[in-house]
């Protein structure tokens, strides 16, 4: 069971320290706090695939642009995970992950009022920015909050939340769509991320080092990335378009690598790459969920198109 640090010490329930005292509820509205978010994050990553072809026919656009949906909201996550990390550091992990939900949960409202693609790729890319002070900083926080001898119980539930909101997001969204709107898809973020906003006061708010985040290797982090993700974007219909942002991309990573490689404390963990159990988990970890975002985004679409099936039926809108 995982130990929960309250104002009298480890708690192994929610209510009754380990003598019969009564301990604070506050560390467990932390942890919440810390799920409920992580859940938000995950679950609008996977809701939205299955209403891609809604939404293409909804906003009189091509499929392949209402993949940008998609797209902008994977791209801002990338971009900004490892600026996010040493931005939390920086300031502080609640500042900076309290920002996020609160980003992720304004840019759900523009979502949910998108009137054009340009207006929800926005909008997305938004949540994404959010998203990713959200998942780089949740663990670190549940670090502060659970017992040392917890931390793997606690990492696992962390992980538990992500499996199921992911596996939870293509029906959940296809239960909204048969009742309901594409706009809902998004406004059904609103309480939870306002619930999630307000346990995060109960989170430690502990001072940041006040180092500076060197904004040039942020620069350079969301090139390569932004480049890496449009390469792929644009490989089927403009491959040298796309061979040349690789390779740009390529250029700007070894440039941020070298440019970190002498820091104490750099924007990419390179002592934990050069690990090779590490190292080899992290490229396994990318290919999977490569994979699995692959299949998830093209699912809808041949469903829709190849059997006739889809929320709401083809020619109802």
Not at 151 to 170: D, E, F, K, M, R
Request: net charge positive; with cysteine.
């Amino acid at each position: 069971m995982m130990k929960i640090v309250g104002d009298k010490g480890p708690s192994l329930s929610p209510g009754i320290g380990p003598r019969g005292a009564p301990v604070s509820t506050r560390p467990i509205l932390a942890v919440a706090a810390v799920l409920a978010a992580t859940v938000l994050v995950v679950l609008d990553a996977s809701i939205v695939n299955v209403a891609l072809p809604t939404l293409a026919q909804a906003l009189s656009v091509s499929p392949a642009n209402a993949v940008l949906v998609m797209t902008a909201y994977q791209l801002a996550l990338v971009m900004a995970l490892l600026p996010c990390a040493a931005l939390g550091e920086s300031l502080g992990f609640r500042k900076v992950f309290t920002a996020g939900i609160a980003l992720f949960t304004g840019a759900s409202l523009l979502c949910a009022l998108a009137p054009s693609l340009p207006w929800l790729v926005a909008a997305r890319f938004a949540q994404g920015l959010g998203g990713a002070a959200v998942m780089a900083l949740g663990v670190a926080l549940m670090r502060q909050v659970v017992a040392p001898q917890s931390l793997g119980a606690a990492i696992g539930w962390n992980a538990l939340a992500v499996a199921l909101a992911s596996a939870a997001g293509p029906t959940l969204g296809a239960l909204i769509l048969s009742g309901a709107g594409w706009p809902w898809l998004f406004a059904v973020n609103l309480p939870v991320g306002l619930g999630a906003l307000a346990a995060a006061r109960a989170l430690p708010d502990r001072a940041g080092s006040g180092r500076a985040v060197d904004r040039v290797s942020v620069a350079l982090n969301a090139g390569a990335f932004a480049g890496l993700v449009a390469a792929a974007d644009l490989s089927r219909h403009q491959p040298g378009v796309a061979i040349g942002l690789a390779f740009a991309a390529v250029v700007l990573l070894a440039a941020l690598v070298r440019r970190e490689a002498p820091k104490a404390e750099p924007l990419i963990p390179l002592d934990l790459l050069r690990r090779g159990p590490f190292r080899v988990s992290v490229i396994a970890s990318v290919c999977c969920f490569t994979g699995q975002g692959a299949a998830l985004l093209a699912l809808p679409f041949l469903l829709r198109r190849e059997f006739g099936q889809g929320w709401p039926p083809p020619g109802s809108i």
